[in-house]
Each structure stands twice: as C-alpha cells, then as structure tokens.
C-alpha cells in the first residue's frame, strides 16, 4: 500500500511551512553550510546553488511524488525568511509511520522553531493523515536534536550502537568521517497533548490548507 502526501501549506503564530520553491536556493545553500549541518547530516560538501537547486526542484518533489514523505521549508511569517527546512521520509502507508528530520539555520537557533515546526508536522500528520506513529533518530552526541525531541514529548527507545556516520573537524581543518551511536525516539498521537500544552505559548498549533 502506497500513497502520498497532499501538497500543503501549514500554518502556526509563527511559521509557515510550505514547499520550497527556487527563491529558496540561496538561503537553503548557505545554510547547508553551517558547520553544524555538515556535522550531523549526510549533505554534501561544500553545498552550492546547484545542489540546493536539484534538491529543490527535484530530490524533494520526487520524495512527495514517490510516496516516501515530504519535504517543507520553514519560513518567518512576518519576514518570509527561510528558517530551515522539515522532513517527513521512510514513510509506511501501512503501519501509518514515517521519521522526521529537520535543519535549521545557524541564526535562527535558540527561537524555538524546530519545536514549532516539528510539532506543527506531527499535529498535521495524525490529525489530518491518520497517522499512528512518528521517528526521530538523533546521533548521541546531537543534544540540539534530542532537546527538540524531548520538547515535542518524543519518547526515547532506545540507542542503535555504531550505526551512522557524522563527520567532525580535524586539525588541518578539512572533514573526516566519525562513527556514532544513534539515539530512536518515537510520538504516538497520545503523547501530543503534553507537547500541546507546553508549546501553546509559542504558537505550536497549527493550521492546514492545500498548497495551490
């Protein structure tokens, strides 16, 4: 059983989650080159306009169009600003479970928007797709990460010893690959009334519409 997502745009106090578009090419190249982006994601390196291009215009409506999930920036609804992106992938339309993944950008950290808009994806994802369950794998030594699950009321499951690859900085200044723990953390639908309430200040309630 296969499907896929609708084209949307999601809505809270703060952000607005929509497709990406080619506006979007450099903002999402300079962000891909943030040091903490390189270090906790699989994203090449450097990251130029022709990567953020391809992803743009193709990797990421091909993961909508071949079922695996969606892939949304995240903006400022005020400025229109790309604050990062958020993406739903390994999606299983029969057990009703994807993962998400998120980046955001280096000046926009410490505002609380990947909270804000990974809880407006999983609001979004039980209540409007029937979902059943949301993943969220974070490298063990990723605290941001973990804090974002915590804060959207993920439980943690348990660790995947040795099973990804980050990449570190060396002396000379150049990249290297490092192993790493990986950490799983799981939402169900009745863990989101805690994260609702703890969120609700910061506008973590979401509105939907269909992405024309």
């Known amino acids: 059983m296969t499907s896929t997502f609708p084209n949307i745009s999601i809505s809270?106090?703060?952000?607005?989650?929509?497709?990406?578009?080619?506006?979007?090419?450099?903002?999402?190249?300079?962000?891909?080159?943030?040091?903490?982006?390189?270090?906790?994601?699989?994203?090449?390196?450097?990251?130029?306009?022709?990567?953020a291009h391809e992803w743009i215009t193709r990797l990421a409506p091909d993961e909508r169009t071949g079922g695996r999930g969606i892939v949304l920036a995240v903006t400022e609804f005020l400025t229109q600003r790309l604050v990062g992106i958020v993406h739903l992938r390994n999606t299983d339309w029969r057990v009703r479970s994807s993962e998400i993944a998120y980046v955001v950008a280096p000046w926009a950290r410490g505002e609380g928007y990947a909270s804000e808009a990974a809880l407006a994806m999983a609001q979004w994802l039980f209540h409007d797709q029937k979902f059943e369950r949301l993943e969220l794998r974070t490298a063990a030594d990723n605290t941001a990460s973990q804090q974002v699950a915590q804060k959207i009321g993920c439980i943690s499951e348990g660790v995947l010893r040795n099973a990804w690859i980050a990449r570190t900085r060396t002396e000379d200044g150049t990249w290297t690959d490092v192993r790493t723990d990986v950490i799983v953390w799981s939402l169900l639908p009745e863990d989101l009334a805690g994260a609702g309430e703890h969120l609700a200040d910061g506008g973590g309630f979401p509105s939907y519409s269909d992405w024309n």
Do not use: F, I, K
């Not at 106090?13 to 270090?39: I, S, T, W, Y």
């Open 12 to 51: 809270t106090e703060r952000l607005v989650l929509r497709p990406l578009d080619e506006d979007d090419v450099p903002a999402l190249a300079e962000m891909m080159n943030d040091e903490q982006v390189v270090a906790w994601t699989t994203v090449p390196h450097p990251y130029g306009a022709a990567d």
